[in-house]
């Protein structure tokens, strides 16, 4: 009877180990879908990805800086014109 009892547990044992490891791939499974699905959507609605975004934000930073350098040297034109012609 104990061989008996100790062959069942060993196959319990093994069943269960089994069923953790289907548990697992089943939940890799649902995870890439869910991810594949989302990215999907989200290339659907044309949502920018976050490094066009930096790219976009760093090129208008750098051109909102050469309009301010712009400006200044503007502004010092128009100061030297309105004093007049240099004696």
Excluded: C, H, W
Excluded at 62 to 81: D, G, S, T, W
């Amino acid at each position: 009877m104990a061989q008996t009892t100790s062959r069942f547990f060993d196959e319990m044992a093994r069943l269960m180990n089994d069923a953790a490891g289907v548990a697992q791939g089943v939940r890799r499974e649902a995870e890439t879908l869910i991810k594949t699905q989302a990215e999907r959507i989200m290339r659907d609605m044309d949502v920018v990805q976050r490094e066009e975004f930096e790219a976009v934000k760093e090129m208008a930073r750098l051109a909102r800086e050469e309009n301010e350098a712009l400006m200044a040297r503007i502004v010092a034109l128009e100061a030297k014109l309105a004093a007049g012609p240099a004696a």
